[in-house]
């Protein structure tokens, strides 16, 4: 972006259409707003498609933003919104689908479902789960709440299973 020009210049002159404005606008904030949605997703991909669906809702919606000064932290809500947004729809998908065991019974989800991450991110030992397991997982990069790892989670599982 250019140094003689305040953001806020850009966004007023987006706002009057302006396409190489919004051009500058993205990029300035692509990067940050991709860091900010995979932080959110854990995800390369989904990071990719939700930074180009904030900056298309941005784009649509710029001509309704009566502060150009808000500009940032209004364009970080809308990632956050996706990032949300997407995140809801994952684990409304995931919390109602049975789980198999490693030899294909299914198993009984505890009352509400499981939370997304750790449907999708622990492997089939890890995934005896059963109603009432007292576990918050966090299975970003490998690792539970309480720091032990997935291997840590998968013998408290077998633990409980043998109660």
């Known amino acids: 972006m250019s140094l003689d020009i305040p953001v806020t210049?850009?966004?007023?002159?987006?706002?009057?259409?302006d396409v190489r404005a919004f051009e500058q606008l993205f990029q300035q904030y692509h990067r940050?707003?991709?860091?900010t949605i995979y932080q959110m997703t854990r995800n390369e991909a989904d990071a990719a498609d939700l930074t180009q669906e904030v900056f298309v809702r941005a784009y649509r919606a710029l001509p309704r933003l009566q502060t150009p000064e808000a500009?940032?932290?209004?364009l970080y809500?809308?990632?956050?919104?996706?990032s949300y947004d997407l995140l809801g729809r994952r684990k409304k998908h995931f919390a109602d689908k049975p789980i198999q065991d490693e030899e294909g019974?299914?198993?009984?989800?505890?009352a509400g479902g499981l939370p997304v991450n750790f449907a999708i991110a622990l492997p089939g030992a890890a995934l005896r789960a059963m109603p009432g397991f007292p576990v918050a997982a966090t299975p970003?990069?490998?690792?539970v709440a309480d720091g032990r790892g997935l291997d840590g989670l998968i013998r408290a599982t077998d633990r409980f299973?043998?109660?």
Do not use: H, K
Request: with cysteine; hydrophobic share 35%.
């Open 77 to 82: 809500r809308i990632a956050a919104n996706c």
């Open 9 to 17: 210049d850009w966004v007023r002159r987006a706002q009057e259409g």
């Open 32 to 35: 940050g707003i991709y860091n």
């Open 140 to 143: 970003e990069r490998g690792r």
């Open 161 to 163: 299973a043998d109660r």
């Open 105 to 110: 019974d299914l198993m009984p989800l505890p």
């Open 71 to 74: 500009f940032t932290s209004w």
